[in-house]
């Protein structure tokens, strides 16, 4: 939601005090040394055309031909990644996964060299009596090409010699730095596992690491069905690996009520820990959620809501990655995004001012989910409330959503996916502050000046429909509306995040919990400051600036001489010292980018 805002609050800045002094400096002006910049280009849902019913899509090129496989053994291609797509066919089944009841889910193709790697797996729903199976090809659009390994690479349940209680499902591929090939793999059950691969390709050597899991200390899992992870996979950018994984329910009889989502951590190591934005280990329940229920844009097509993404693959063009996935419409639909950066973590920039806009100095208003607990229907296309997050005295709390400066807040980004909350209200010098790191459930959140720690750092969770969550560096904890009801005048603190307590019919898994979902929404200040110039007793220029918004960042000026060319702009920092033949040329730039009209003055003019 775009809105403009326009209010008659102003900040005046007396250019006589000391150099800053008044002024609205963002504290990310420039990036700490060592972050790495926001890559936001290309941005945003693919539109795509032509056959997309693919579940578990994986993507992969030929010449100029682009290809996908599928559950279900189908295979697709196209002439572009937008399309239109269209099924060529389906691999041949083995004879080897000739099970009663079972289906060929969840392909990876890998191309290495002129050879195609096609990974798959065979299961009964539900169970973990699965196989990991594998088929080549150097002529993918060809579906009878596919020759199949003939027999099991890894397996689980009935289907191993050892009743392994893992679940070899979801299997994809990645390169170490060494040039070896190892498999992740997994759902449910025992969580998610990597093992490196020998050079045949079909043989696992060495240790099986264990690299994600839903079960952490506060949350344990009695029954394994409700370890709700899978679908992952693991790609190298820069210094990093990365494993992205869904959460929660996928493949319910109606697509609507599914909760899909997908997360990701990072390692250093391919083998891990792979860890999220606050250091959680992902096998310990860790995970930092890049990707939920989002309406496609204006021109994406299939257009309208795209509901719990999940199965994440990648595939690179050129130096573009891409991550393809399949969300339902409540049908199941393949989608394909460039994966943005950051610093060094992944997300999925929207631009256009909407909820997933969200850039460096941006000024936004947060606008609590609605929807109650007590009645899950009313959470499953949550709509935003009307009540807000607010400054005034030192504190935050809930209240009612209007055109107040005390409800908008500036985004610092502080670098490697953290950012700041400045208040626009008073000074303009307050942030959004965990009162302290002790990970308290219920820790007080207020607004304290700048002070450089992790108690003003905050990364967004993707809780789907246009919605965030606040998440705090080190506490780990999410800002929260204390009181659930969401009324008007509740303090708000730091609580855990609500991913969920792995029974049976909880809906409260991530994108279910309105009192720490918060809508983001752009405050377009196109207002530019106001500049006026007068003389002390001195006969200096003394200049004041006003902003209605952000607040003035910078005042300038400049000094034309008679018969002498102008001076560069110079940043003010007291009242100006000049003669009676010169013309000085002021202007002001608030905390927005937006610059004022210049304004020229004269001794001789001011005096009247």
Known sequence: MKTERRITRAVVVAAAMLLGAGLITPASAAPPSGA?????????????????????PTIYKDGDTYYAAATHRGIWSSPSLEGPWTNIGSVTAAPWT??????????????????????????????????????????????????????????????????ATFNA??????????????????????????QQLDSDMVT?????????????????????????????????????????????WCCRGNGNDNTY????????????????????????????????????????????????PGAPDYFWEGDTLYMSYHSYRPGTVMGIRPINWDGGWPFFYEPGGGPYDIRDNGIYQLRMQGGSIASPGSL?????????????????????????????????????????????????????????????????????PLDGSDRQLWYFDDTGHGFHRLTGKGSNLSLEVENTNGVVGTEIVGSYRRDGDHQAGNLTQAAKWPPQQWRIETIVDDTAPEVTASLDQQQRIVVDATDDIAGVALIEYRVDKKNKPADGWI??????????????????????????????????????
């Open 36 to 56: 790495q910049e926001v890559d936001i280009d290309p941005a945003g849902q693919l539109p795509l055309t032509g056959n997309l019913n693919l579940h578990d």
């Open 98 to 163: 000739s099970v009663a009841g079972y289906s060929v889910w969840a392909p990876h193709v890998q191309k290495i060299g002129d050879t195609f790697y096609y990974y798959y797996s065979i299961s009964g729903f539900g169970s973990n009596n699965s196989a990991i199976g594998l088929k080549t090809t150097k002529t993918p659009g060809i579906p009878s090409s596919y020759v199949d390994h003939g027999a099991p690479i890894v397996a689980s349940g009935t289907l191993s010699e050892d009743n």
């Open 169 to 194: 499902i979801d299997p994809a591929l990645e390169q170490d730095e060494d040039g070896n090939w190892w498999m992740v793999w997994g759902s449910h059950f025992d969580g998610i596992f990597i």
């Open 204 to 248: 696992l050597v060495g240790e099986r690491y264990k690299v994600a899991d839903r079960e952490s200390e506060a949350f344990p899992i009695d029954n394994p069905n409700f370890n709700r992870i899978e679908g992952p996979s693991v790609f190298k950018h820069g210094d990093w690996y990365y494993l992205l994984t869904a959460w929660d």
């Open 261 to 308: 989502k997908i997360v990701a951590g990072r390692s250093k190591n391919i083998q891990g820990p792979y860890v999220d934005k606050n250091g959680v280990d992902l096998a310990e329940g860790g995970g930092t959620i890049i990707l939920n229920s989002r309406q496609a844009q204006p021109g994406v097509t299939p257009s309208g809501l795209h509901r719990a």
């Open 380 to 448: 499953q296309n949550p709509t935003a409330s009307n009540s807000c997050l607010e400054a005034g005295d030192g504190d935050v709390q809930l209240a009612a959503c209007a055109d107040a400066i005390g409800q908008y807040w500036m985004l610092e980004r502080e670098g490697d996916g953290f950012y700041r909350w400045r208040s626009l209200a008073g000074d303009r010098d307050l942030y959004l502050t965990m009162e302290n790191l002790s990970g308290t459930i219920g820790t007080p959140v207020g607004l304290e």
């Open 571 to 608: 940043t003010l920092d007291g009242p100006i010292r000049t003669d009676a033949a010169s013309v000085v040329t002021i202007r002001a730039t608030d905390a927005a980018g937006n610059v004022s009209e210049e304004l020229e003055v004269t001794l001789q003019g001011l005096r009247g």
